[in-house]
Structure formats: structure tokens, C-alpha cells
């Protein structure tokens, strides 16, 4: 118990905050998970099409806020899920001691979530689409912490 799994893209108002709430309901009560930015639009909430891609599904993101990634926040991880793989090195470049924590959500497929900001609805469904099969591939692994 008390793991803490943050879940991290560029402006935290669309990929990262729907991959904070795909795991938060995956996961229950054995982990955190919470969702910052790289570049995050601090203060801002999350993109109204993130919103509209995950009430579809049944996803509840309430009272979400942007905010920057930093030490102190790091320093609680267990797990830092990234959307793409110059993410992972920024990070690990800005914080070496984290290296062996931080990995691609798409680290088992192999695959990158691509940015939907500024782009049509669409493709704010299919990155949610491609979070939930990163969770799906996740969360066995979690559990068995």
C-alpha cells in the first residue's frame, strides 16, 4: 500500500490528466495517481475535449489543475509514466536519480501517445483510446507490487 504513480505529458491538460483518471479507477485504493506536466499550463483545467472523451467512457476528472513537474514532486514516485519517449530522456537528463522509475506509458507496445492539443475531438478519443490499452498492460504489473 501507498504507492504513487504520477502520470506526466507537456501542458498537463490533456494526455496526463486522462491517464490520471484511467488509472485512478484501474488501480482503486493501492495507489496515488496524480498527473503533472513538463511545460504544464499551470492553473489551467483540463482540455475540454479531454473532458468530453472520458465522460463518454465513464471517467470521472473533477476539479483537475495544471501544474509543473519538479523535485518535490518527484521525490514521492514510485513510477513516472510519460507520454513519448523525449519525455523520458528530458526527465531523466533533468533528474538522473529518478532513472529506473520513469518509463513510456506505451513502454510493453512500444508505442508513443501523440499530442491531440488544438486538434479535433478524434483525436482526443483515439489518445485515450491508446491510454487505456497502455493501462490495460500497466496495471497487472502494478497490482503486483
Keep these: 500500500m501507498g504507492h504513487k504513480l504520477l502520470v506526466v505529458c507537456v501542458g498537463n491538460i490533456c494526455r496526463s490528466p486522462m491517464g490520471e483518471a ?27 475535449e479531454a473532458l468530453v472523451s472520458l465522460a463518454a467512457r465513464g471517467y470521472v476528472l473533477e476539479g483537475h489543475v495544471a501544474r509543473q513537474i519538479d523535485e518535490p514532486l518527484l521525490r514521492g514516485c514510485d513510477l513516472v509514466l510519460v507520454m513519448e519517449t523525449r519525455h523520458k530522456e528530458s526527465l531523466e537528463a533533468r533528474y538522473p536519480w529518478m532513472c529506473g522509475r520513469i518509463f513510456r506509458l506505451g513502454h510493453w ?11 479535433p475531438q478524434e483525436m482526443f478519443d483515439r ?10 498492460s500497466w496495471v497487472p504489473r502494478l497490482q503486483a507490487m
Design 22 to 48: 484511467v488509472f485512478a479507477r484501474a488501480l482503486g485504493e493501492a495507489w496515488t495517481v496524480e498527473s503533472a506536466g513538463l511545460g504544464a499550463l499551470v492553473g489551467h483545467g483540463a482540455a475540454p
Design 109 to 119: 507496445e512500444k508505442f508513443d501517445i501523440e499530442d491531440p492539443y488544438r486538434r
Design 127 to 136: 489518445s485515450l483510446s491508446l491510454i487505456e490499452a497502455a493501462c490495460a
